[in-house]
């Protein structure tokens, strides 16, 4: 019988929706906050249910759930590098590449990824990271496939792949691309590309 433990699926974040949530997270706070102050007024002139201070009450599930649906959507976004392929997670939806279908994977300034007329897609929340590495994966697929790629990227699918490139801005894109280039064909090794390269293990 085997003692061998499972891999440890590491969960590699996506920034676009880490820096939303650092965005966002103060509006869900204030509108909470408004509710709870205004709510703890009412409730001191005893006023809680007339009509100047119903509204207020609105404020505090709203905020709860806007803080909640953001964070959620945080903690879904990911990278996961699996035996099966290379999963890229969203708020409802994820794809799962498989290792044929990559034709190579580098770690590349996210800039590069918006070039030209494209400039213009640069998110406020995402030029600090812009001139960082992200993970690039070209992937090998016809149209209609790349389509029904593109379609499960969620939120930020316009941002993320284009053509048929996808660049996901992560922490640690030099580690994200060691992983995924342990389980590509070794003709596929010298496309690695990033600041350090790490030999492969045997």
Do not use: C
């Amino acid at each position: 019988m085997s003692t061998a433990e499972p891999t440890r699926r590491v969960r590699h974040q996506n920034l676009y929706a880490h820096h939303l949530w650092l965005q966002q997270r103060f509006f869900a706070g204030l509108l909470l906050a408004a509710g709870i102050i205004a709510t703890g007024i009412a409730i001191y002139q005893r006023q809680l249910f007339s009509p100047a201070y119903t509204v207020w009450l609105v404020y505090i599930p709203t905020g709860l759930a806007l803080g909640g649906a953001i964070l959620l959507y945080r903690r879904r976004s990911n990278v996961q590098v699996l035996d099966e392929g290379v999963r890229i997670s969203g708020m409802f939806a994820s794809v799962t590449l498989d290792y044929d279908s990559i034709r190579w994977v580098k770690a590349l300034p996210l800039r590069q990824h918006f070039q030209e007329r494209r400039s213009k897609m640069i998110a406020p929340i995402m030029k600090q990271h812009i001139d960082k590495p992200a993970v690039f994966i070209k992937v090998r697929a016809d149209e209609s496939q790349l389509a029904a790629i593109k379609k499960k990227l969620g939120l930020f699918r316009s941002r993320l792949m284009y053509e048929d490139v996808i660049a996901v801005p992560v922490p640690d894109a030099d580690a994200v691309v060691w992983e995924i280039s342990s389980h590509l064909p070794d003709r596929l090794g010298q496309n690695q590309g990033g600041a350090r390269r790490r030999k492969r293990r045997h």
